[in-house]
RNA sequence: GCCGAGGUGGCGAAAUUGGUAGACGCACCAGCCUUAGGAGCUGGCGGGAUCAAACCCAUGGAGGUUCAAGUCCUCUCCUCGGCACCA
């Protein structure tokens, strides 16, 4: 009789023993270095006051069973946890609940650890980190001393975000467009001084080595967002009357010649240098007050109409061709990007060229288009392209060549040298369709087009001019025809919408969205009115005309410095002393860590200045040079700076003497797999950058730290909201683990979907994975050891099969972070197993480990009561016998004109010639073959024939 | 607007190099078992048509390539994520 699965005993019984026989210590000794290393990391958790809910154990559970499975196939793992205790949220609930944040931090991690620990992880303990430990943070703020002794953490003043809410500065990075990404505040624009770190010195490399790292794409994607490099050059226009220059920033330089104005940001320290000649003076200080007052939404709201004011009396020089250009201050330039200032080009900038429409400003075009690759011997020549629209129903009229020579195509035709394109497209219009009657609207400027013409067999070049037309009325006239040209083509009217789908011509198409959509050409093209440089493709011109212009070319990047300093209590404080001799003197190493002193009050001040200002003690010292009185700096660095170093840390999280020991960051560095969700920019761009300024300084081995990142999709709760107190759909952990076990929420959370997905949590659908973990159990009663099996059944070949290949994939699915499938193939396995009488015992063993990364517990109890006394854990993986993984017998499918029509099972091995004859012979198919001649018949090795008839 | 990831049953989802679409699970339906409920077991479960079978349709939509398309190509619509007046 089989005993009753209990999960509750069996999960508590061997989490103890797991513990008591130290399971999951790291190996730290050196001859264990032999062994190749996996170093499986997640993103530790900010031990919140709400405790665990089930989204949270999701990465966990999948870095478990990754690393599991790694130990089990010969890998020394380091898979550790830790706390990230520092920053506001702590702070905001200790103020709430009136404790010292210290000691909420101990209760919610004892909390945090009590949960994971319920879902039998094997975290090495002996490790763990908490980046509010003076023994922790002491080298959080070593790396910002050694920031500050190479120049990259520096003192600013510039304006800050500022969160009237949070009380404290914040970095781009912290906001949520223009609101505070915590706490929802729009955040103002504060001068006050701050430690900045230089961040944008490691843009380039940032952006670079994300090329060599197994990342979701979407990830490295935001992160080159996010640093926004940009390629231009630097410009100067000569200010007449002034001495100095204004510098613009552009990506376009090849369009120097169509710069018809400049515009500057109105918050651009240049204007009042220019006050004197302003004669409209009044007006300008009025915009940008108005500027002030608008908030960043309300300045960069879609479909927001551009604003700005001429700077009445001053005028740049264009530098290439001396023209005298206005300047304008408008809020679409910002101040805080490039120089802060443009030239404007309307005539391929659709920004620019929106605001010409409205101040009335020239339009000069100086690229023009060139659609289609350029070929040999081409044939010149010129050539019209004629839109006409139908108010009446939204259509476009158009020719239907068919599908040989082009499908759709609005009117077109060749131009005689002389002859006007209006007259000519008129003409054509005529001709090609019959319509008499049509108003012109607009045209445009001339388009290069190489393309081939396949029916006269010439390779051409032409310049088309597009000209765009309103259909006046429904009279046609009769269309003349060659004989040989009747029927081959029809007149369609085409739907705006259909557009996009039938225009397949490069050069109709981009006529359509010059005259039509009213897009401003922004494309490759070759030059024009742009002196010495016309004919030359843009491409070149670029390089040509900024030296020409006397300019040099230059990367700019969106990124900013990171603003590091944080007017708030519970944070690492910045190892810095102000010495009115000295100024800046950074505390000495030894006297590090710089500790966080209790206060009475650690509410902030509210005058911008942290809590720690109030604490005299603390804040007097004397300076490490002169020893004449300093105060501290009492500003505190953002929860960011702990956890951009952490996963160093707990290689050698004791070592009193370095941040890590490198001898042991080399062995165990990098991460192998860094498993979390969110933080795509923010937390991995600092870990980034800090690591590699570690690296530079010689303080680590390797350049990136992450190798590869396993993104997690969020568990949202069951009504498709974020799991979140405040929604009141919070399913607790501890809750699932009672009523199904840990091992059932294990696999439950890995059957719910791919990894990457966010899913939504259904208690309901647990009952599944429960099912699948009982029939585990109830199969163990079928198992028969060697001798028993003597008596019962020969071997199930099958079976075998199935076992192989089973084992086969979970591996491969294990190593690609495909759990859901992995599963999937568990529970195939499973179901048949269960229908067999006796399962042999070694099957079962090799199934049992398989199963044990994803089910620890019941796979030890299982083990044991097979005889076992090791913990399965230390068992090696299984091993698939590649002779078994494939049946004896092959199905084949077999179709008929691309339809399937009937499978049959056959021996392998089979001679093509063989498996053809015999699905000839099927009766299904002859059915469809019969008395019909048979053009093919085509064998896919081991898979289908595919018969053509 | 730009970039990225997607769109397959009632639901979560599977599907080597193009090669039997919907594996596995949830829910649901029927039967067995049970005093009953639940659990368990057996079978069914994309849509249409039909007594039933043959058959027809079907992977957001439209075209295309191919003996063969969820998978490749062109266009288009929608959803999610990132950036967004970044010159």
Known sequence: MTKEYDHKKIEQKWRREWEKHELYKTPASPEDHGKPKCYVLDMFPFPSGEGLHVGHPKGYIASDIYSRFKKMNGFNILHPMGWDAFGLPAEQYAIKNKIHPRIAVEKNIARFKEQLSLIGFNYDWDR???????????????????????????????????????QTGLANEDLDGTRCERCGTEVEKRPMRQWVLKITDYADRLIADLDDLNWPEHVKEAQRNWIGRSEGALISFQLIGFSFQLDVFTTRPDTLFGATYCVVAPEHELIDKLKSKISNWDEVLTYREDMKKKTEIERTAEGMEKTGVKLVGVTAINPVNNEKLPIFIADYVLAHYGTGAIMAVPAHDSRDHEFAKKFDLPIRAVIEPVTGEKRENEEFRKSIVAIVHNKKDDTFLSINWG?????????????????????????????????????????????????????????????????????????QIPIKREEDEKGKFTVEWI??????????????????????????????????????????????????????????????????????????????????IHCERCGTVPVPEKDLPVKLPDVDSYEPTGTGESPLANIRDWVNVKCPKCHGDAKRETNTMPNWAGSSWYYLRYIDPRNQNALVDKEKEKYWSPVDVYVGGDHATRHLIYARFWHKFLFDIGAVNYSEPFKRLE??????????????????????????????????????????????????????????????????????????????????????????????????????????????????AMMILANELEKEESIDQEMFEGFLKIFAPFAPHIADELWHDMGHDSFIYNEPWPEYDALKIQDEMMIIAVQVNGKLRATFEIARGTEEEEVKKQALLIPEVLKWTDDKKMKKVIYVKEKLVSIVI
């Open 128 to 166: 763990e980190i908490n980046t509010t430990d003076t023994r922790y943070y002491k080298w959080t703020q070593w790396i910002f001393l050694k920031l500050l002794e190479k120049g990259l953490a520096y003192e600013s003043f510039e304006p800050v975000n500022w969160c009237p809410s949070c």
């Open 495 to 576: 739907a705006r919408s259909e557009v996009g789908n039938k225009i397949k011509d490069e050069l109709h198409a981009l006529a359509f969205d010059l005259l039509v959509n009213g897009s401003v050409y922004s494309g490759a093209g070759i030059m024009i009115n742009s002196g010495k440089f016309d004919g030359m493709t843009n491409d070149e011109a670029k390089k040509d005309i900024t030296e020409f212009a006397g300019g040099q070319l230059k990367t700019t990047y969106k990124l900013r410095d990171w603003v590091f300093s944080r007017q708030r209590y519970w944070g690492e404080p910045i190892p810095v």
């Open 403 to 475: 599908d040989k020579l082009g499908g759709n195509l609005f009117v077109g035709g060749g131009r005689e040298n002389d002859e006007d394109p209006l007259a000519c497209a008129g003409r054509e219009i005529g001709e090609e369709t019959g319509y008499k009657n049509v108003s012109f609207i607009s045209q445009t400027e001339s388009i290069h087009h190489h393309y081939r013409a396949h029916s006269k067999g010439v390779n051409r070049e032409i310049e088309a001019v597009g000209l765009y037309f309103e259909l006046d009325d429904n009279e």
């Open 711 to 824: 993104f997690l999709g969020v568990i949202l709760a069951e009504d498709g909201r974020k799991m979140s107190k405040r929604w009141g759909n919070v399913v607790n952990p501890d809750d699932i683990v009672e009523l199904y076990g840990a091992d059932t929420l294990r696999v439950y959370e890995m059957f719910m979907g791919p990894f990457e997905n966010a899913s939504a949590w259904k208690t309901e659908s647990i009952i599944g994975s429960r099912r699948f973990v009982e029939k585990i159990w109830r199969i163990f009663s079928k198992v028969k050891s060697e001798n028993e099996k003597l008596k019962t059944t020969i071997q199930n070949e099958k079976l075998t099969t199935l076992y192989n290949q089973t084992l086969k994939k979970i591996s491969e699915n294990i190593e690609d972070f495909k759990f859901n499938t992995a599963i999937s």
